[in-house]
């Protein structure tokens, strides 16, 4: 029985590490090197698939600018082409290993937009963990039709079932509101 729950919290973690992981790639009004970190770049000829973290080192100066310097000269431009075909919008400026990206500020229209498309990210997460918790009900009324648990244990495992999604749930409206609020400040 313990199993099955464990099964369920150890799902719903993977759930929201993958959504905190999508969420470094909305934009706030900073420079951050996460924004760029996962960014796939097709490089030595189209032969390897590689984030851009793999490729090289970044750090950002200032609040405005995120700067990667690439371990080996050959992926610079694969790199750059990558960064300019991302859905962030960016453009960088390229001198030898080196790529500068300026953080243009956000206009509020801009942050609506990125706020909204939080809203959706965090609720397919909310709706993927829904899922997760009708499968382990779905197990857990299986072992009591087959009478390895009792009812009473099924109940108990049901509501314990309902409270780790709330809580799952209140961990994202967390989320969500530290990202809106980095998205929304100027």
């Known amino acids: 029985m313990n199993d099955i729950l464990q099964e369920f919290k150890t799902n719903i973690q993977k759930h929201i590490e993958l959504l905190k992981e999508e969420l470094k790639t909305i934009r706030t009004g900073r420079a951050q090197g996460s ?15 590689m984030k851009i973290l793999e ?21 610079v ?11 962030l919008g960016l453009t960088p400026k390229t001198d030898g290993n080196v ?5 243009p500020a956000m206009n509020e229209e801009q942050r609506l937009k990125y706020t909204k498309v939080l809203s959706q ?34 109940f108990r495992l049901e509501k314990e ?19 809106e609020e980095e998205i929304m400040a100027i």
């Open 35 to 49: 924004m760029v970190e996962g960014i796939v770049v097709e490089t030595y000829g189209g032969s390897m698939k």
């Open 55 to 75: 490729l090289g080192s970044i750090t950002t100066e200032g609040s405005s600018t995120i700067i990667i310097t690439a371990f080996d000269s050959s992926t």
């Open 77 to 87: 431009q694969d790199i750059e082409k990558a960064i300019m075909n991302s859905p």
């Open 99 to 103: 790529l500068t990206i300026r953080i």
């Open 121 to 154: 990210q965090i609720e397919e997460t909310k709706q993927s963990i829904r899922y997760a918790r009708e499968d382990i009900r779905k197990k857990v009324k299986i072992l009591m039709d087959e009478k390895d648990i009792t009812k009473d244990e099924h």
């Open 161 to 179: 079932i309902d409270n780790l999604t709330r809580a799952s749930s209140d961990t994202l409206q967390e989320i969500k509101n530290r990202k």
